[in-house]
């Protein structure tokens, strides 16, 4: 290859195994500390990426190889082909050093390569793009990798340049390409994911063994799994009947005996009270951050203050990672599917909703966001599931003080809600209003001397600023006329980072949850296992309402202890927490339990198959996606 017009392909695998090694040891130093280190697992880590490194530089070579190939002799041997052959190496090396740069930046916020969130990110460019610019000096880093690329092209100048000088017959290129072809090709047959992620039971350590680039394009493959072709199921007949004695309560009647079909009549004794409803939830309020749940710098004081005169349940979990996760469990009570969230899906239309269900109830219904709806298809999919929807396009200039990428400043969109609420109390119509926030997010920035943290300086500014405009909400709200009549609910849509040494760190998923009514409910602290498909069913409960059901999550005043239960998930693994015991579904029919899921480093187990742990998480799991693939969680009018 060093004798033939191809020594430019050699040249650009050598710089890109390069620039992967340089990217693998980078990540590494920012790692060390949630590393378990040893020789060992060193060479692990370097072998394997080496592995993944290659598979991927020899990707990126063919269009190159195919093309040095095909062109003729006198057009290769050209000037300006030469010229044009450095431009396009210019190019292709600046990129290989972004895609390092833009690495190094995904693991500081997620703690991980390239993944599912990457392939989201680049469908929302707007907001993303807008995201990095606020976050990072951008033009620093462009003009500094482009000096980087400069020397480097200087240094290998020679090698490149000496490459137009070589002469070399059609046939031998045509043999020698398809030869080289063959390499990738074959290697693409055979390579998978399962390779990194067994190479250590530390997470950390099974993402700096694999590449992102390669990473990012599995994702991609990835974003829907069929739960029946990757997962593990036992007989639909017998999992359907341990479904419906799981969710079976004293309130609860089923109406029809078809497969999975958990179709029931939820009945209390009393009167329906139709009080009104905010129902906010928190971008990324973990519950670490809360001096209720042990944080001593005070981030939280109104919340923390509020803590004591609401329902406050302090062992509480998101269901998943993003946002969407989050509004899925709590509008739809259904356990996390495999793949992207159902907001996120087609043909999501006219789902059983808590939209739908408060609108029957007579409420005026309003999910309300801010930023622009578009974003995770948010719009759509509440808008056409029972909501109206009300976004950062409904505000008027005038009613935006501040906003960045991500939306306007919760303030502002709190204020909005208050005004919405106002026009259906004039209506006299109650109203139930689901609201997202957004101002706790990167590039956390916000009103200036609204807090003692300047903005823009971290995610704990972000946190501090969002109790402060929750404590304006609620004081608001008290000046109005429903305020006595209405039930704020609080809640965060996932943890603020979901990375830790194992894949589904649990202590990553603990978020508040609290129900404030002064004149309605009695303050006090409910320590029962529970996760967001519960939000809903609690709320109905506390409304004493009636209605037909098809949610999965139960009333956390009404679960016994031999009840309690928690369902986790990321994009892939499917999980149930109960009786310290995490029962982890993974794709490949795989199935293992985590003991001691709390400590540093808990331990992994292979899991039986004849186990009622295991029957309880197909329950959920096997459940939700036989229900959703066939259509039985759809709104029948």
Known sequence: MLSHRFRIVFIWFITSLSAF??????????????LEFSLLSLLKIYTIGFFYDTV??????????????VIPERVYRHRY???GLRAVFFVALYGLLFLGVAEWLFWDEFGTRFNFIAVDYLIYRREVAGNIFESYPVYSILIALFFLTAFIMLLTRSLVSRTAHIFSHFKNRLVGGLCIVLVPAFLCLWVNGSFFRKVSANTYANELAGNGIYQFFQAFYANELNYDQFYLKKDAAYISHRLRQELQTKEATFTNTHLFDVSRQITHSGIERHLNVFLVVVESLSAKYMGIFGNSKGLTPYLDSLAEESLLFTNFYATGTRTVRGLEAISLSIPPTPGQSIIKRPDNKNLFSLGFLMKEKGYDTKFLYGGFGYFDNMNHFFSNNGFGVVDRSNLKKEEITFSNIWGVADENLFQRAIFEANQSYQQHHPFFSLIMTTSNHRPYTYPSGRIDIPSGTGREGAVKYTDYAIHQLIETARKQPWFSDTVFVVVADHCAGSAGKVDLPLQQYHIPLFIYAPRIVKPRKVNTLASQIDVAPTLLALLNFDYHSKFFGKNILQISQKEERALISNYQKLALFKDQVLTILSPQNHAEKML???DEQPLLQELKTNTEELDLALAYYQGASFIENHALNHWEN
Not at 21 to 34: F, G, H, N
Not at 56 to 69: K, R
Request: aromatic share 14%; hydrophobic share 60%.
């Open 81 to 83: 082909h030469r010229w």
């Open 21 to 34: 090694a340089a990217t693998r040891t980078a990540l590494l130093i920012k790692a060390w500390d949630q």
């Open 596 to 598: 001691h899921p709390f």
């Open 56 to 69: 991927v530089a020899l990707l990126f070579a063919i269009p190159l190889l195919l093309y040095l190939t």
